[in-house]
């Protein structure tokens, strides 16, 4: 047995190390194409790009640890039944829950070291890839000159290149506005041609010209009329503009300034950071409720109401009316100045409630959702590593009802179930996001689904019940009665076409 043991194992191995790498390869090219435009034309070294990339394959390994566990039990179970090995040791009274039971304990042991990965490792890659990619999108892109375009990226100067050679990295026919000191159009350079250049430390630009104009308006002096402004035009054989430019060189931002984002924090540091945005939370919705302008007796419950502990509460004495009126009549008694003082404080009231109301809201809103953020990272971290134990139990008995190894069959199913944990997930994070759902149970929908499905599949694989055969459905229906409206239509059609 223990050989049969080790055989499963490592027959296992395997397909998982070589889909492992597969699946984080495809997952880290769908990165490089979601953040291509913030890398492209900064200048950057092979040395940060790859520290990058490595940042950045840590942030997808949890997503790499279940996709590349259903596809290695697909594979392997499927293999094991394509050459009739599972037909073997299943004539030989081993059952397919014995077969399955040294994978369990191996995708025990995947699902332990991706909680652990998530928990202790994965909130400092984030932290470091977050403000590598931030000190990134931060930096300023080197300064490409386009035929026909006028380019800001000096500071300054606003240019405008009529052709290049790209071999010589020589311009013609440049246009050149200085807005330094303010200016707006007042000095023009026109150049029949130069070239540009950034020195070593990416601190100065340096734009050599040759045989071009300077023209430039001046100050009028005071004893000039304010029509007449004195004018002048320089020409040159060479000349040579020095600029300082500031963020081309690259700068690491400090950590420190996303080091409190859920992302970024463990499951301790996010309980004792939940506890506080929810004490804070509360302290926000009962200054919204306080700010609401209603009568005085109904403004003294809501402090009592809205109190955080019994030692914000306050003895309120209602004073109980001695007669009761009707405001109605009361109201139309009263002259035209009185109604309309009291309409228009009624007015006021409402008005400065529904600007509250409308401030309040959106700030309550964007704090709840933050709020909300932390909670599901808590939950993540658990849900994504039992979402490697589920894929097990989904795998496996598929790859031994499937009957197929290799790379075909296997990643397509793989890639269709995947899918679908996807956007069940997705949909269950977004209504718990958004407050529609308890935040339990949104985390959580995507397990509750597929659960039940990969116990459903183990007991239909371990009972060799043909839940893949054609035949199966075709039986389940006729006993529907799908089949009877079928051969209705077509006895139908048939009549049809004897009459004709």
Do not use: C
């Amino acid at each position: 047995m223990k050989r049969l043991n080790l055989y499963v194992i490592r027959s296992f191995t395997g397909p998982f190390i070589m889909t492992f790498f597969i699946v984080l390869f495809v997952l880290l090219m769908q990165f490089l194409w979601k953040y291509v435009d913030d890398m492209v034309g900064k200048g950057l070294e092979l040395k940060l790009l790859a520290e990058m990339m490595f940042y950045a394959s840590f942030t997808l390994l949890p997503f790499a640890f279940p996709l590349s566990m259903l596809l290695a039990s697909i594979m392997t179970f499927g293999s094991l039944g394509e050459n009739y090995e599972l037909v073997a040791m299943k004539s030989s009274g081993i059952s397919l829950i014995r077969i399955m039971k040294p994978l369990f304990i191996f995708s025990i042991l995947i699902t332990v070291i991706a909680f652990y990965f998530a928990n202790n490792i994965l909130p400092i890659t984030n932290l470091r890839f977050t403000t590598l990619l931030y000190s990134v999108r931060e930096q300023r892109p080197e300064l490409v000159l386009q035929e026909g375009v006028f380019t800001n990226e000096m500071d300054g100067y606003s240019i405008k290149v009529g052709r290049k050679n790209n071999k010589s990295n020589m311009m013609y026919d440049l246009l050149i506005y200085d807005h330094t000191n303010g200016k707006i159009n007042e000095s023009v350079t026109v150049a029949d041609s130069g070239y540009m250049m950034i020195t070593e430390d990416k601190k100065y630009m340096v734009l050599n010209l040759f045989d071009g104009v300077n023209y430039s308006e001046e100050q009028a002096n005071n004893q000039q009329p304010q029509n007449n402004y004195p004018f002048r035009r320089n020409k040159f054989t060479e000349q040579t503009i020095r600029v300082q430019v500031r963020n081309f060189d690259f700068s690491r931002y400090d950590e420190s300034i996303f080091k409190n984002a859920s992302r970024m924090l463990n499951i301790t540091q996010l309980l004792a950071m939940e506890d506080t945005m929810n004490t804070d939370y509360s302290r926000r919705i009962r200054n919204f409720i306080l700010e609401i302008n209603l009568n005085t007796d109904i403004s003294r419950k809501k402090f009592n109401l809205t109190a955080l502990n019994d030692s914000m509460k306050t003895d309120i004495e209602i004073a109980q009316p001695d007669t009761i009126i009707n405001f109605d009549e009361y109201f139309n008694s009263l002259g035209q100045q009185e109604r309309a003082a009291i309409a228009g404080i009624a007015i006021g009231n409402t008005r400065s409630n529904s600007q509250n109301i409308n401030i309040y809201q959106g700030q309550l809103y964007n704090y709840k959702k933050e709020l909300n953020k932390h909670s599901m990272e808590r939950h993540r971290k658990f849900t994504l590593s039992i979402a490697v134990l589920i894929f097990f139990f989904i795998g496996a008995p598929l790859g031994a009802i499937i009957r197929r190894g290799g790379l075909g069959m296997p990643v397509v199913v793989s890639i269709l179930l995947f899918i679908a944990y996807y956007i069940v997930s997705m949909t269950g994070e977004k209504s718990a996001r958004e407050d529609i759902w308890d935040m339990f149970g949104g985390m959580w929908f995507s397990t509750f689904i597929f659960l039940p499905v990969g116990v459903w599949l183990t007991y239909k694989a371990a009972t060799d019940s043909p839940v893949m055969s054609a035949e199966t459905y075709v039986k389940l229906f006729q006993k529907l009665g799908i089949s009877r409206f079928a051969n209705k239509g077509k006895t139908q059609d048939q009549n049809i076409a004897d009459k004709q």
